[in-house]
């Protein structure tokens, strides 16, 4: 069973940063691409983000240029670090394993001001 774990979350202003962190628990960490997604009130959840094993990195084009996702294989942790926050990336984000059902439990990132 593999855990997830996120924290990072939290009240910014328009224009601010945050950092995002999800950690995993188990050792099969390395050998899966990682991504994050976020869920609106109201809306559907959808993709943000993903790194592969070797680093590669995709972005849904409202975020592209504003935030970054990283991974740390040694430490079995992937980040996000979002900059230029925007009202509308309010959302509880959830990191995920790709190709398996394990997700987090999500972190709230509130953007106002």
């Known amino acids: 069973q593999v855990q997830l774990v996120e924290s990072g979350g939290g009240l910014v202003q328009p224009g601010g940063s945050l950092r995002l962190s999800c950690a995993a628990s188990?050792?099969?960490?390395?050998?899966?691409?990682m991504a994050w997604y976020r869920q609106a009130p109201g809306k559907e959840r959808e993709w943000v983000a993903t790194i592969s094993r070797g680093g590669s990195t995709n972005y849904v084009n409202s975020v592209n240029g504003r935030f970054t996702i990283s991974r740390d294989n040694a430490k079995n942790t992937v980040y996000l670090q979002m900059n230029s926050l925007k009202p509308e990336d309010t959302a509880v984000y959830y990191c995920?394993?790709?190709?398996?059902?394990?997700w987090g439990q999500g972190t709230q990132v509130t953007v106002s001001s």
């Open positions: 188990g050792n099969i960490f390395s050998i899966y691409n």
């Open positions: 995920r394993l790709m190709g398996t059902t394990f």
